[in-house]
Every structure is written in C-alpha cells, then in structure tokens.
C-alpha cells in the first residue's frame, strides 16, 4: 500500500513568487492534514480536511494560503505572495478515523514533507 | 489552548543502553491521547507509541515503553537497548478525544535522539 506522498520535495522561491505544494493521501482516508514547521519550533497544524470539505481551518496563518480538496482525493496549498516567514517544512497526513464506543480512533500516517524556501 | 513542551534538544545513548525522552503537556481536558513519533534523517515521520489518557496501564511497543504520569501531566519515552535505527527525531504530540471526529495533533518542538557505538 502506497504511503502518503508530497510533491515537490523541495522549493526554492523569490519572496512574491506563488508556490503550490500538493499531498496525495493513503487511499481511502477521509482526513486529510497540513501541518507546517518552522525551523527549530514545533510542528504546527494548519487545516483539517474530511473528504472535500474543510473540518477545521483554524490553524492556517492568514488569507495567503489556500488549500483545496475536489474531490476529496488529493489536496494542494497554494501560498500566493510568498513571504520569508513562510519558510519552512510543510507535511502533510491522512487517516481513516473510525469509532470506538463513540469515540473516534485514528492514527495519522504523515508524508514526506515539502522543504519550502522562500528568498 | 493545549501544549507540549519537550525540554531536551538533543540527546545520545550508546548502542544497547536505555534511554529516556522527557514529554510534558498542558491541558485541562480530561480525555485525550498522546503520541510519541519519529522520523528518521531524510524520512518519514512514523508512529512510535500511542497513549489513551484513561488507560492506567502504560503502553509498550517491543523496545518502547511510556511512562505516563497524568496527575503530573508528563509523558515519557524509554527506549531500551538502543540501536543505530533509532537515530532520529522523536516528537511528542497530544490530541483531544473528541466524540465522533477525528482531529489536529498537537506537537513539542522535537528531541533529536543520537545513538552512538
């Protein structure tokens, strides 16, 4: 079973530029995450994907990131003007929750991660 | 808002030995889960252990071991008989125990586990 994979795995931009990065999920799960680290910090969850539509975005840092889901199968973010502070290691993960006394039980199978750099 | 702090940077252990990732975190749920993950130079970051805050019991995989300390809200990695594969980053991450969704992990800053001759 193919994993989680991420594309590019490695880009280098002008300030200004626009970069769309994209993950192709394990086939058959739901979920869908973007999650983002910065050098030296912790990792940081940006949006939450379940099939097409976005359970929670709250994490996504301001008006220039767009993700997108059709269909419910891929997912692209799309970083349009690109700044410095947007450098920075992107991943993202999918899963298949299911529940358990209802409770949702999932593990997260992360990519790769797309290194981001922007000049 | 919950947190994870892990307070050691980097750490080293000899090929065979034990040693132990501190993890601690911050919430004021009382149901939730904690992970420890890995990702090795230039891989991807795997599942390690995983953790349900109601279960008293500390959970094991083989070589890994949690000691989980709910009151005291610490969550620790102890990795016996260390081995050159263990090299990696090792993040500790929280998730809220929501009732039907899945939903966001919540990680530390990462300790970089050396692993020596």
């Known amino acids: 079973e193919a994993g989680v994979t991420q594309f590019p795995s490695h880009s280098v931009i002008e300030k200004g530029q626009t970069v769309t990065l994209r993950c192709d999920p394990i086939?058959?799960?739901?979920?869908l995450y973007w999650y983002r680290r910065v050098m030296g910090k912790e990792i940081k969850f940006l949006l939450h994907?379940?099939?097409?539509?976005?359970?929670?975005e709250s994490g996504m840092p301001n008006n220039r990131f767009l993700a997108e889901r059709t269909g419910g199968t891929y997912s692209t973010l799309k970083v349009q003007p690109a700044e410095l502070e947007d450098s920075g290691v992107y991943f993202c993960?999918?899963?298949?929750?299911?529940?358990?006394?209802?409770?949702?039980?999932?593990?997260?199978?992360f990519g790769p991660g797309t290194r981001l750099l922007v000049l | 808002a919950q947190t994870v702090t892990q307070s050691q940077p980097e750490m080293s252990v000899q090929e065979a030995e034990t040693v132990t990732l501190s993890c601690t975190y911050d919430?004021?749920?009382?149901?939730?889960?904690l992970f420890w993950y890995k990702q090795p130079p230039s891989r991807q970051m795997i599942l390690v252990i995983r953790?349900?805050?109601?279960?008293?019991q500390n959970a094991t995989e083989n070589r890994f071991s949690v000691n989980f300390q709910k009151a005291a809200k610490s969550f620790s990695l102890k990795i016996s008989d260390s081995q050159l594969g263990d090299a990696a980053m090792y993040f500790c991450?929280?998730?809220?125990?929501?009732?039907?969704?899945?939903?966001?992990?919540?990680f530390g800053t990462g300790t970089r586990l050396q692993v020596t001759l």
């Open positions: 993960a999918s899963s298949q929750d299911y529940l358990v006394s209802g409770l949702a039980v999932e593990t997260q199978y």
């Open positions: 086939s058959g799960h739901d979920n």
């Open positions: 994907f379940v099939k097409e539509s976005k359970q929670d």
């Open positions: 919430t004021s749920e009382s149901d939730y889960y």
């Open positions: 953790q349900e805050a109601y279960k008293q």
């Open positions: 991450a929280y998730r809220a125990q929501n009732t039907g969704t899945a939903s966001k992990l919540t």
